[in-house]
C-alpha cells in the first residue's frame, strides 16, 4: 500500500446544488446553498487495498505513528491530505468487548453481543477519533485558532488535539449544561471557555457565525473532515471480528455524526468491493432530546435520495421555538434539539435500513448501571445504546441470535455525577447503595457479614 498523491475533495450534499470545492478550503457549509458537504474521494487515484485484511500488516509497526493510529491506519480510506499533515496522539487504541451477561440483560444470545469501547481514547471519548482528521485538515489549510460548541466531549478532545497543535482554541457551553467531568479536561487543556445564556442549540449557532465572522476553524461535527475520522470505528469493530461486518449496529443519537459516519464507511466499503453486505443501524436517542425520533417515526422524513424535505424540519424546529423548547436529559452528550447532522443521518438510515429509538433517562441509567457493573463502565449517552437494544429485542427488531455491537461512546468518569446520584439515592433497580455504620468494630463485623451473607 503505497503512498498516493492526495486525491480528494468536497462535494454538497444537495442534489439539486452538488457543488464541489477542493479540500484546501475550510467551509463547511457549502457557500453556494448552505447544505452539508461530504469529502469524496476519486477511488482509482488511491491504492486502496483488495481486501480489509490487508490493514492488519500495520497493527505490527507500533513504531510507526502512523500505523500505531487507530485512524490513521486506514489511512487510504480516509485520503484527504498527505502524511505531513496527518496529525495523531495515539487515538484510536479501542477494544470490541463480548459482553455475555449484558447480552443476558438484553435478551440476546451468547457470544452475539459486542460492546465497542471508545472511553480508551486519549481524552476519554469516541470524538478523538474524528478530531484527529480534523485538525489534520486544519493543518492542511493554515488554522491558527479554533472553537466549539459542546455538551463535553467535543470541547475535551478539541482541547487536547489543539494544545497538541499549538492553536488556540475557545469552548461555547450553554448555561450549567455539561458535565464537570468533561468541563475539566478542556479548562486543564488550556481553552478559552465562554458560557452562553442558552442551551447548546444556541451554542451551536453563535460559534458558527463566530467562526465565519473571526476566521475561526470550526471542529463540531459540522466539519465533514471530522466525519472521516470517525468512519474509523466502524473499521475497528471489523477488525476485531476478523475483518467480518456485525447484523446490528447500535450507536446514541445527539448531534448525528457518528451515525453519519458509519454509514458513508458502509457505502464506500461495499462499493469498493471491500465488504459483501452492509449491516443494519438503530441510533438511540433519549426522550427529553427526540428530535431525530419525530422526525423518522412520526413525520415520517425521509432522505430520498437527497430530497429531503426541508420544510418539514423548518416547521418542527419553528414549533420547539414556538413552545420556547430546550431539550433535557441525563445523557447530556446527546441533550441536543437540533441536530447538525440530520440530513447525512437519514442517508445513513437508508443505506443500512436503520431504525430510530428513544428510550428514558431511566432506563439510560439502568443499563449504564448494568454496564458498570458486568462491563467496562461507560458515560450516560452511552448506556442508551444497550436501553435502546433492549426494547429492540422486546420488539423483535433484533434477533436474539444476531451478532450486535453497540458502541460506548465516552469513559465512565466523564460524568460521575449521574453514577453517583443514582447508586447513593437509590434512583434504580440495580442501585448499589453504600451502607453507613457506626464507628463500632462489633458493628461492622456484623453488617460486613451481613452483605456477605
Known amino acids: 500500500m503505497a503512498k498516493q498523491a492526495v486525491a480528494a475533495y468536497q462535494k454538497c450534499i444537495n442534489p439539486d446544488c452538488g ?99 471508545e472511553g480508551l481514547n486519549p481524552s476519554g471519548s469516541f470524538k478523538d477519533n474524528g478530531m484527529s482528521a480534523a485538525f489534520s485538515h486544519a493543518m492542511v489549510v493554515g488554522a491558527k485558532s479554533c472553537a466549539c460548541a459542546s455538551t463535553g466531549n ?7 488535539y489543539a494544545h497538541h497543535c499549538g492553536l488556540k482554541s475557545t469552548v461555547f457551553i450553554g448555561s450549567g449544561l ?92 461495499k462499493e469498493l468491493g471491500l465488504i459483501e453486505r452492509i449491516p443494519r443501524i438503530a441510533i438511540i436517542n433519549a426522550t427529553g432530546a427526540a428530535t431525530l425520533s419525530d422526525l423518522v417515526n412520526n413525520k415520517r422524513l425521509l432522505w430520498n435520495q437527497g430530497n429531503v424535505e426541508q420544510g418539514v424540519i423548518d416547521e418542527y424546529y419553528a414549533d420547539l421555538t414556538a413552545r420556547g423548547f430546550s431539550p433535557h436529559t441525563c445523557a447530556s452528550a446527546i441533550e441536543i434539539s437540533r441536530p447538525v447532522n440530520l440530513k447525512k443521518c437519514l442517508r445513513t438510515i437508508e443505506i443500512c435500513r436503520g431504525v430510530v429509538r428513544a428510550v428514558t433517562d431511566e432506563e439510560i441509567c439502568d443499563a449504564k448501571a448494568i ?20 426494547h429492540l429485542r422486546a420488539e423483535g427488531v433484533i434477533g436474539a441470535d444476531e451478532r450486535i455491537a453497540c458502541v460506548l461512546t465516552g469513559h465512565p468518569l466523564k460524568d460521575p455525577n449521574v453514577t453517583v446520584d443514582y447508586h447513593k439515592q437509590g434512583q434504580g433497580q440495580f442501585s448499589n447503595q453504600p451502607a453507613e455504620v457506626a464507628n463500632d468494630f462489633d458493628e461492622i463485623i456484623k453488617l460486613v457479614n451481613r452483605i456477605n451473607g
Open 19 to 117: 457543488a464541489e470545492f477542493d479540500c484546501g478550503q475550510a467551509l463547511f457549509k457549502c457557500p453556494n446553498c448552505g447544505d452539508l458537504l461530504d469529502v469524496l474521494y476519486n477511488w482509482d487515484k488511491i491504492e486502496v487495498p483488495d481486501k480489509l485484511s490487508d490493514f492488519r500488516k500495520r497493527w505490527a509497526r507500533r513504531d510507526n505513528r502512523l500505523d500505531f493510529s487507530g485512524v490513521w491506519r486506514f489511512r487510504e480510506l480516509l485520503n484527504f491530505c498527505k502524511d505531513k499533515h496527518k496529525v495523531t496522539i495515539g487515538e484510536g487504541q479501542t477494544i470490541l468487548q463480548r459482553n455475555d451477561a449484558i447480552a443476558a440483560y438484553v435478551d440476546v444470545k451468547p457470544a452475539c453481543l459486542y460492546l465497542q469501547y
Open 154 to 160: 467535543t470541547s475535551a478532545s478539541m482541547s487536547l
Open 178 to 269: 455539561i458535565a464537570f467531568g468533561k468541563l475539566s479536561q478542556s479548562m486543564d487543556y488550556g481553552a478559552q471557555t465562554i458560557q452562553i445564556l442558552g442551551d447548546f442549540d444556541d451554542c451551536m449557532r453563535q460559534v458558527q457565525h463566530v467562526c465565519s465572522k473571526l476566521g475561526m476553524y470550526l471542529l463540531n461535527s459540522l466539519n465533514p473532515f471530522r466525519l472521516e475520522g470517525q468512519k474509523t470505528i466502524m473499521y475497528r469493530i471489523m477488525e476485531q471480528l476478523g475483518w467480518e461486518v456485525p447484523d446490528w449496529i447500535v450507536v446514541p443519537g445527539g448531534n448525528l455524526g457518528n451515525s453519519s459516519a458509519f454509514g458513508k464507511a458502509f457505502l464506500e466499503l
Open 371 to 390: 454496564v458498570g457493573k458486568y462491563g467496562l463502565g461507560c458515560e450516560p449517552a452511552s448506556a442508551a445504546s444497550i436501553a435502546g437494544l433492549k
